[in-house]
């Protein structure tokens, strides 16, 4: 069995970076879990303990951290296959 990763996208719906890659996910029919750091603090300040910075977007994969919407965006495009 090939292992499945855990992930979670950390974002706020009023950033552009945060949106571009919302929109590559809804294109090509991704389904990830979310958590806006506007709407609960709390989501903020887990990413600052998993990532350093409370920058968005950033999606955890496995408890790591990967920022920037070009870099999650390549991640999907090499690591999920549909
Ligand atoms: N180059 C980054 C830019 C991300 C960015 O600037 N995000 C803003 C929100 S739109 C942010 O999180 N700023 C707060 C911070 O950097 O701590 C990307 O493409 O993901």
């Known amino acids: 069995m090939i292992p499945v990763p855990t992930l979670t996208l950390y974002h706020f719906m009023a950033c552009p970076y945060c949106q571009r890659v919302r929109e590559f ?21 887990e990413l600052i303990k998993i990532g ?10 496995d408890g790591k951290a990967l920022y ?6 390549e991640w999907f495009k ?5």
Do not use: W
């Open 52 to 61: 350093g910075k409370p920058q968005v977007p950033c999606l955890v994969i």
């Open 25 to 45: 996910l809804s294109k090509e029919g991704i389904k990830v879990p979310m958590k806006d750091t506007h709407e609960n603090p709390a989501f903020r300040d």
């Open 68 to 73: 920037e919407s070009l870099d999650i965006i």
């Open 78 to 82: 090499k690591n999920y296959k549909k």
